[in-house]
């Protein structure tokens, strides 16, 4: 039985250690300096004392329980008892021969010289609103380049006139949460939104959308089609449901230990050298007092004994109920307490027993805490002690099942240099998927200078662009803006916000002002804001901020570029580099005053 429970950890248990080994209890722990523990949520083995059911007054009481590996190296039985626990243990398992046959050959020594390919990731763009007067530009960039890209649109005619026969579309409407399949996103790994309500003349417009290029500043405007709130805000949130596990958190994806206030536990259970005769053993424990401050850690912990060609212990999760997704991440990061030794990370990806599992050594340095990462590109497809130089390339968009593992053995033939024989203790606070640093934006979302000036204390709104004074009457657009972007900053995905001022049909080239704190008017070209979402998505200086962007030309002057003699490319990071972090303008807002 599997049972997934939301608990708070209780300064009073006594021990604080609970073993997990043969449970296969999935832990979610909410805890708030470890305080108090809600419903029973583990079942321990026969050797322990049982938690008891108290869900009727929703409290738990672990009894007094500590199961330690305290045998001398060599002296263990091998224990068929536990040999048959270990089969079962485990969904899936094949037949005693079968599983003790593969295991066995794991520790046989092949050889190998043959390079190990490495496993990389690629990703694809992603352009919402990509039929939009800055979001086609974007796409046309974005080919010209050379780089994957895929458009986000609602109508496909319309796109397929626009944007040309070749264009990847995912036809879907962000207003309506079920036009966003899953399926859909596979493989994005950047977004660039470009999706905006519609706004027009009253009166209508030219078939060339004569006003609409001119902007509001021209002419009286209305909402055309789905209100704000429905584009703006609920849009933004199921864009960001869409392609989230595909563009990935900043601080990564948890998938054991601690976290943001949270213990995530998984089902571990041993998996030794006594499957092929053996006498090691190792299981696996959460003391909820371990850990690194104090809280709770995952304990790593047996004997390993090279007695009858044995000389590995390891623990292996149970099979994920559902694939863990962490395609949009770089590697695995583990936090853990090193004794000095080297112990090995597999992961897998197929619900079969005995199947290639991609492997990571890694070395610990003693009585320190320290965090480990390991790169997708580094881990090694083994199959029983060999790698696998034909394997498929790691698929981490499907992780089924993570195993730990101490071992005389390496690959092919190799020893592990730092293996001997006896106890060893591993403390494991966390497992989670990392983004490589430096981190840059993964999506990029086209907003507008502002959005937060409607209710702005002490503003003279006649100074003001139409959008800002005309606010309420365009079903409060802005504000519905200024709610989506708080989304966005919200949601963990790395980010940029680009304001741009008044857009115009002018050339790129201008010289452009950045500013911050939502003050500045003017205008600017949309083929400039087009090349500062692309620049955004690859530079560092642009992670988290949010910015306001508009031309030095001034209105009354048209800007325009001599073909024969274009202005040179910028270097945006130049821009970039000036922003800072936590300004978004709404400071202003708790402000009674405020110069513009």
Same mark, same amino acid.
């Given at each position: 039985?599997?049972?997934?429970?939301?608990?708070?950890?209780?300064?009073?248990?006594?021990?604080?250690?609970?073993?997990?080994?043969?449970?296969?209890?999935?832990?979610?722990?909410?805890?708030?300096?470890?305080?108090?523990?809600?419903?029973?949520?583990?079942?321990?083995?026969?050797?322990?004392?049982?938690?008891?059911?108290?869900?009727?007054?929703?409290?738990?009481?672990?009894?007094?329980?500590?199961?330690?590996?305290?045998?001398?190296?060599?002296?263990?039985?091998?224990?068929?008892? #536990?040999?048959?626990?270990?089969?079962?243990?485990?969904?899936?398992? =094949?037949?005693?021969?079968?599983?003790?046959?593969?295991?066995?050959?794991?520790?046989? /020594?092949?050889?190998?010289?043959?390079?190990?390919?490495?496993?990389?990731?690629?990703? $694809?763009?992603?352009?919402?609103?990509?039929?939009?007067?800055?979001?086609?530009?974007?796409?046309?960039? *974005?080919?010209? #380049?050379?780089?994957?890209?895929?458009?986000?649109?609602?109508?496909?005619?319309?796109?397929?006139?626009?944007?040309? =026969?070749? $264009?990847?579309?995912?036809?879907?409407?962000?207003?309506?949460?079920?036009?966003?399949?899953?399926?859909?996103?596979?493989?994005?790994?950047?977004?660039?939104?470009?999706?905006?309500?519609?706004?027009?003349?009253? !009166?209508?417009?030219?078939?060339?959308?004569?006003?609409?290029?001119?902007?509001?500043?021209?002419? &009286?405007? &209305?909402?055309?089609?789905?209100?704000?709130?429905?584009?703006?805000?609920?849009?933004?949130?199921?864009?960001?449901?869409?392609?989230?596990?595909?563009?990935?958190?900043?601080?990564?994806?948890?998938?054991?230990?601690?976290?943001?206030?949270?213990? +995530?536990?998984?089902?571990?259970?041993?998996?030794?050298?006594?499957?092929?005769?053996?006498?090691?053993?190792?299981?696996? *424990?959460?003391? *909820?007092?371990?850990?690194?401050?104090?809280? =709770?850690?995952?304990?790593?912990?047996?004997?390993?004994?090279?007695?009858?060609?044995?000389?590995?212990?390891?623990?292996?999760?149970?099979?994920?109920? @559902?694939?863990?997704?962490?395609?949009?991440?770089?590697?695995? !990061?583990?936090?853990?307490?090193?004794?000095?030794?080297?112990?090995?990370?597999?992961?897998?990806?197929?619900?079969?027993?005995?199947?290639?599992?991609?492997?990571?050594?890694?070395?610990?340095?003693?009585?320190?805490?320290?965090?480990?990462?390991?790169?997708?590109?580094?881990?090694?497809?083994?199959? #029983?002690?060999? %790698?696998?130089?034909?394997?498929? =390339?790691?698929?981490?968009?499907?992780?089924?099942?993570?195993?730990?593992?101490?071992?005389?053995? &390496?690959?092919?033939?190799?020893?592990?240099? %730092?293996? +001997?024989?006896?106890?060893?203790?591993?403390?494991?606070?966390?497992?989670?998927?990392?983004?490589? @640093?430096?981190?840059?934006?993964?999506?990029?979302?086209?907003?507008?200078?502002?959005?937060?000036?409607? @209710?702005?204390?002490?503003?003279?709104?006649?100074?003001?662009?139409?959008?800002?004074?005309? /606010?309420?009457? *365009?079903?409060?657009?802005?504000?519905?803006?200024?709610?989506?972007?708080?989304?966005?900053?919200?949601?963990?995905?790395?980010?940029?916000?680009?304001?741009?001022?008044?857009?115009?049909?002018?050339?790129?080239?201008?010289?452009?002002?950045?500013?911050?704190?939502?003050?500045?008017?003017?205008?600017?070209? #949309?083929?400039?804001?087009?090349?500062?979402?692309?620049?955004?998505?690859?530079?560092?200086?642009?992670?988290?901020?949010?910015?306001?962007?508009?031309?030095?030309?001034?209105?009354?002057?048209?800007?325009?570029?001599?073909?024969?003699?274009?202005?040179?490319?910028?270097?945006?990071?130049?821009?970039?580099?000036?922003?800072?972090?936590?300004?978004?303008?709404?400071?202003?807002?708790?402000?009674?005053?405020?110069?513009?």
């Amino acid at each position: 039985m599997e049972v997934s429970s939301s608990l708070k950890l209780s300064s009073s248990l006594s021990p604080s250690i609970i073993n997990l080994q043969g449970s296969s209890s999935s832990i979610d722990v909410k805890f708030s300096k470890y305080t108090s523990l809600p419903k029973p949520f583990l079942q321990l083995d026969d050797k322990s004392r049982r938690l008891r059911d108290q869900q009727a007054s929703h409290s738990l009481n672990l009894r007094s329980y500590r199961k330690q590996v305290t045998a001398k190296s060599g002296s263990q039985g091998w224990g068929f008892g #536990r040999f048959i626990k270990t089969l079962y243990f485990f969904n899936g398992a =094949p037949s005693p021969l079968k599983f003790v046959s593969s295991v066995f050959e794991k520790l046989t /020594n092949g050889s190998t010289e043959e390079p190990v390919t490495e496993m990389g990731t690629t990703g $694809i763009i992603l352009v919402a609103g990509a039929t939009g007067g800055v979001g086609r530009r974007v796409v046309d960039l *974005l080919r010209k #380049r050379g780089l994957p890209v895929k458009a986000l649109v609602r109508n496909e005619e319309k796109a397929r006139k626009m944007l040309g =026969p070749d $264009i990847e579309l995912i036809v879907a409407d962000i207003t309506k949460e079920n036009t966003l399949v899953p399926e859909k996103f596979k493989g994005v790994r950047k977004v660039i939104n470009a999706v905006s309500v519609i706004v027009g003349p009253k !009166e209508g417009d030219t078939p060339e959308r004569q006003k609409y290029n001119q902007g509001v500043r021209f002419f &009286e405007p &209305e909402i055309k089609g789905d209100s704000p709130e429905l584009v703006e805000y609920i849009g933004m949130k199921n864009l960001i449901n869409a392609v989230r596990d595909g563009v990935g958190l900043e601080n990564g994806k948890l998938l054991f230990g601690v976290g943001d206030n949270t213990f +995530k536990d998984l089902p571990w259970g041993a998996l030794d050298d006594v499957v092929m005769g053996g006498v090691s053993e190792s299981n696996f *424990l959460v003391d *909820l007092t371990a850990g690194e401050n104090g809280g =709770p850690t995952g304990i790593f912990k047996g004997i390993v004994s090279t007695t009858n060609n044995g000389g590995f212990t390891s623990v292996r999760t149970k099979n994920f109920p @559902e694939a863990e997704n962490v395609s949009a991440y770089d590697g695995l !990061e583990l936090r853990l307490k090193g004794d000095g030794l080297r112990y090995k990370l597999i992961v897998r990806t197929s619900q079969d027993w005995d199947t290639v599992g991609y492997t990571a050594s890694f070395d610990t340095s003693p009585g320190q805490w320290q965090s480990v990462r390991l790169p997708f590109s580094s881990l090694r497809p083994v199959f #029983r002690a060999r %790698t696998v130089t034909d394997a498929p =390339p790691f698929n981490a968009s499907s992780v089924i099942s993570l195993q730990l593992m101490f071992s005389k053995f &390496e690959y092919d033939g190799k020893l592990n240099p %730092t293996f +001997k024989e006896g106890p060893f203790e591993l403390p494991l606070s966390s497992i989670r998927a990392y983004i490589q @640093e430096p981190v840059t934006p993964r999506f990029v979302h086209v907003g507008s200078a502002g959005v937060t000036r409607p @209710e702005r204390p002490g503003l003279d709104l006649s100074k003001q662009p139409p959008a800002v004074r005309l /606010n309420k009457e *365009l079903d409060f657009i802005l504000t519905y803006k200024l709610k989506g972007e708080d989304l966005i900053r919200e949601s963990g995905i790395p980010f940029a916000i680009v304001r741009p001022c008044a857009l115009t049909e002018e050339p790129a080239g201008a010289d452009l002002i950045f500013e911050q704190g939502d003050n500045i008017t003017g205008k600017v070209s #949309r083929d400039e804001v087009a090349r500062i979402c692309i620049a955004a998505l690859e530079s560092p200086y642009a992670l988290n901020k949010t910015f306001e962007v508009k031309s030095t030309v001034p209105f009354s002057e048209p800007f325009t570029v001599d073909p024969e003699n274009p202005p040179p490319e910028k270097d945006y990071n130049e821009y970039f580099k000036n922003l800072k972090d936590g300004i978004t303008g709404k400071e202003a807002l708790e402000q009674s005053t405020v110069a513009v």
